[in-house]
């Protein structure tokens, strides 16, 4: 009688894994959907597109905040109604950002994105390992993960076509009512997940006392604040260099989008075996494309050309720089996690905010110059930094049974 009983145990410890998925999926897309919006958005609220951007910052500066503070103080409740809340609270958010009708309570509901968005992505990214067989905790990390890339690549097109066909305000509804499909998944295919011990906010900052550990966070820096420096500008800089009209940059953006899942799985793969050598040839071609597109990109094929590319090497960054972490950090992977989605985030913001205000200081053109030379930045601390450490000896091995 036992013996059938574990193909569906299985089959629900997956589809909780997707839920999860789902999740990381529906946050980190409703955190960049302003980047394929702005320029209506800007329009409708009466402000400057910089100004819209910052919409982008305030967001990824509360996720940044909220990420390790939710983590400590939630630490004694079960992750199951805990992510079932913060996903109400992001819902929540993209409501009011639909309905907002000037910056003060967009920025509000901004600010519930970010808690929401925080939380998730910091909680789900250790359930994973709780729901599957040991030997599959690698490949259920991974697909937890694979939601955050693929929404950096294909949520923010997504929500540039909705936007083409209902108005801005419909993409932030759409995100809304898939928070809630979320929200019922998760409640519906995760099992009760009591903590299994606590974590002091001390214990995470200590990972900075490891210098691989610290160039791992600087490559996060460089290159995930040079390409939202660039990218959250992107639309206005299609308009004016190739003349493009809205739905030929939803078109553009779902080139980059697509390039991006074939580059997060590519650069999974290199990554396995040398996370230093993927990202030298990432931040090279990050810094190649981004510096390329004001230069050359003023016709449709040739910018369609450059998204691909730039899409290709984008697309691996989050796997690559995650694999950078937990090979500097193998007995702590909870811990490096918490700095990595802080990292992240607050990389999120900063390219943001300093590309609209060179944006708005100089031309729309000099927000790319800006993410060219973070780009370099990242390809010399990956050339001349320390080592990332040994790579796990498996994903699927318990921390104390990895060797360093």
Known sequence: MAQPTKPQVTARAWAGVAALAAATFTVVTAEMLPVGLLTPMGAALGVSEGTAGLTLTITGLTAAVSAPLLTALLRRYDRRPVLCALMAVLTLGNLGAAWAPNLAVMVGARVL?????????AIAASLAVRLVPPRSAGAATSLVFSGIAVASVLGIPA???????????????????????????????LPPLPPERTVPLSGVFRLLGDAPVRTGLVLVAFLVTGHFAAYTYI?????????????????????????????????????????????????????????????????????????AVWGLAYGGVSV?????????????????????????????????????????????????WLGGGSALGALLTAVLGPAEGRRPASADRRPSEIRR
């Not at 929401?116 to 992505?121: D, E, H, I, R, T």
């Not at 759409?174 to 409640?187: D, I, N, P, Q």
């Not at 991006?260 to 990202?279: D, E, H, K, Q, Y």
């Not at 690559?320 to 802080?342: C, I, K, N």
């Open 159 to 189: 929500g540039a076509y909705v936007g083409a066909l209902w108005g801005w305000r419909a993409a932030f509804l759409v995100t809304a009512g898939l928070g809630v499909l979320v929200l019922l998944a998760l409640s519906v295919l």
């Open 113 to 121: 994105v970010g808690i929401g968005m925080g939380g998730v992505w």
């Open 235 to 307: 639309r206005p800089v299609l308009e004016d260099a190739a003349g493009a009209g809205p739905a030929t940059i939803g078109t553009l953006l779902l080139i980059y989008g697509i390039a991006g899942v074939a580059g997060n799985f590519a650069a999974g793969l290199g990554a396995a075996r040398s996370p230093r050598r993927t990202l030298v040839l990432i931040s090279a071609v990050l810094a190649a494309t981004v510096l390329l597109i004001p230069l050359i990109g003023g016709s449709v094929p040739v910018a369609a050309a450059l998204m």
């Open 320 to 368: 690559s720089t995650q694999t950078w972490m937990l090979a500097a950090s193998p007995g702590a992977r909870e811990g490096a996690s918490s700095l990595f989605v802080a990292a992240f985030n607050t990389a999120i913001a900063l390219g943001a905010l300093t590309g609209g205000l060179l944006a708005d200081a100089t031309t729309i053109e000099s927000a790319m």
